[in-house]
């Protein structure tokens, strides 16, 4: 369905009482005032957080993710908190046709999105499936500059504690704004360590998150010259990427 389709919808990923635990935590930290300049604050703080590190770097999303990727995982820094209130017009918030390509995130990068409530027909995601595999089309100032038509499917049973992933040259939208309901959600970017970063993802900086037995090996040996014999008869040191390395989940 990805490859197809260009994104795929998780069913009930996360475990509902870590959502709820979420939830509340994010729902604690609210002020008044700019809705997306809370939300950023919020976002700062919740990464510090167990709640946080369950959600990005727990072995079902790092299998997920290396099913997807291949053994070297990655997670590109500063996730995103979106908290949709009923009838917000902060742009930021209420995005139109797009794909992140144009935002500077490499073809080789993974969406997740997490979704910490439920959205209805009106405040969820709508996605264009199969744009993703007409590469990359134009856009200007935000919106899609090319005569063409998509079928445009709004995502309107998400749960909370569903996942959905999406390939970077996707067109998708924000469904709009509810009138009653409010929408929680946080994306975070995973990549292989071993694919080209774009200079946004490289400004950024990134995570590792696993190590594949090949690069297991080269670090072993040291360095990317395969210098050799730099271990032959001494002591094999590991360093603080390889004490990382994280099994992928069942």
């Not at 700019?34 to 950023?40: K, T």
């Not at 499917?153 to 924000?174: E, F, P, R, Y």
């Not at 008869?233 to 099994?247: F, S, W």
Request: charged share 25%; with cysteine; net charge positive.
């Amino acid at each position: 369905m990805f490859v197809e389709d260009g994104y795929a919808v998780h069913r009930g990923f996360h475990d509902k009482q870590l959502i709820a635990e979420c939830r509340k935590y994010i729902l604690s930290k609210r002020k008044k005032g700019d809705v997306h300049e809370n939300a950023v604050e919020i976002m700062e703080a919740f990464q510090k957080t167990d709640l946080y590190e369950a959600v990005v770097t727990n072995k079902k999303m790092l299998g997920l993710m290396q099913k997807m990727l291949g053994p070297d995982v990655c997670l590109l820094g500063y996730d995103a908190l979106w908290i949709n209130v009923p009838k917000d017009r902060n742009p930021v918030l209420l995005k139109g046709i797009h794909s992140d390509a144009w935002t500077g995130t490499s073809v080789n990068t993974i969406f997740a999105k997490v979704f910490f409530t439920d959205v209805d027909e009106f405040n969820g995601m709508s996605v264009c499936p199969g744009s993703h595999l007409q590469g990359m089309i134009p856009v200007r100032n935000r919106a899609v500059d090319a005569d063409v038509e998509f079928e445009s499917v709004n995502l309107s049973k998400i749960k909370a504690g569903d996942v959905l992933i999406w390939h970077a040259l996707l067109l998708h939208s924000t469904t709009g704004h509810s009138d009653k309901n409010t929408r929680i959600s946080m994306t975070s970017r995973y990549k292989s360590t071993e694919s080209p970063f774009s200079s946004q993802e490289r400004a950024l900086g990134y995570r590792t998150l696993s190590v594949g037995p090949l690069n297991k090996i080269n670090r072993i040996i040291g360095n990317d010259y395969l210098t050799p014999l730099r271990t032959y008869g001494g002591h094999v040191g590991i360093d603080k990427r390889m004490k990382i390395y994280v099994a992928p989940a069942e």
